[in-house]
């Protein structure tokens, strides 16, 4: 009767539910902390996504509607296709890699001078009380304000736009460095010091890495400025650049390929400012621990 019943049972899976014991528990709340933290990534990653797609389907449609005169703003299809064009004839890589290369040694030189400056005014008062009248004086002067007075004394060749990419990159990075090591933590200092640190070492162990995220700050502000400055300096008196691209392309009523330009110089910064972040976040690991 007993292995008559127990048959019944299992073929109708009639027997008790086992109670789950504490590791499929523990496996269904990881499983549900990954979910939601999938969640959480994939939102931040498809909410600018989301806002760039509506973007561009608007900027697509308002011409083909009616909106606004295609004349003036063409359908964003319309651009796309003429910056395949410029691909195509090489003209968009040759305009990019001269204006990359300008930023990028004038950038250079800006962070070069900048940090080293930056360290001093606000680590040695003496430093600070000597130079700080003039470096209010010209950080207060527009960088573009300075153009004439660059392609007078430089000439119309590369160095003045260099020139200028510094002025405009020196200034951002400068400040932030003086505000980053002023800021940093005296106890991190005293702490240093105590433990024998020379100069050279507290610099190199405490300071530095402190004032990192400042730093970081100023030189995104200046990657981003020294592009738009180099933009503007190339419209003027240029034979090459994304700026020199933008001005021929409006003057030759070639409307799309300007609009290609200036979605060029915008992939060009967010290319910048990713790298810029990446490198901050890869010196400023020791923050997470």
Do not use: C
């Not at 590791?23 to 989301?50: Q, S």
């Not at 009248?133 to 207060?140: G, I």
């Not at 100023?218 to 190339?234: D, N």
Request: glycine share 8%; aromatic share 8%.
């Amino acid at each position: 009767m007993a292995s008559a019943l127990q048959l019944i049972e299992a073929s109708l899976d009639l027997r008790p539910e086992t109670p789950r014991t504490g590791t499929t528990d523990a496996r269904i709340r990881r499983t549900t902390t990954a979910l939601a933290a999938l969640t959480r990534i994939g939102w931040r990653i498809g909410k600018p996504a989301i806002v760039i797609a509506a973007f561009l389907a608007l900027w697509e449609a308002a011409p083909r509607l009616g909106l606004v005169d295609e004349v003036f703003l063409p359908p964003f299809s319309s651009v796309v296709q003429a910056g395949l064009e410029l691909i195509r004839n090489g003209q968009l890589w040759e305009h990019v890699s001269t204006s990359v290369t300008r930023s990028l040694i004038g950038f250079s030189l800006a962070l070069i001078m900048a940090i080293p400056l930056g360290v001093a005014i606000a680590w040695y008062r003496p430093v600070a009380e000597f130079l700080s009248p003039v470096l209010e004086l010209f950080r207060n002067t527009a960088a573009l304000a300075l153009l004439p007075v660059f392609i007078l004394i430089l000439g119309i060749g590369e160095t003045s736009k260099i020139a200028l990419v510094v002025y405009a990159g020196f200034f951002p990075i400068l400040l932030n460095t003086i505000s980053g090591v002023r800021t940093v933590d005296p106890l991190l200092v005293k702490s240093a010091v105590s433990l024998g640190f020379s100069s050279i070492r507290l610099f190199q162990k405490v300071i530095l890495p402190a004032a990192v995220p400042s730093i970081f700050t100023g030189i995104r502000m200046a990657a981003s400025g020294s592009i738009l400055v180099l933009i503007a300096a190339e419209m003027f008196g240029a034979r090459s650049g994304l700026g020199y691209l933008i001005t021929a392309a409006q003057q030759n009523f070639q409307i799309p390929d300007m609009y290609a330009g200036i979605v060029a110089i915008a992939l060009v910064g967010l290319a910048y400012n990713g790298v810029l972040v990446a490198i901050e976040r890869r010196l400023s690991r020791w923050r997470t621990h």
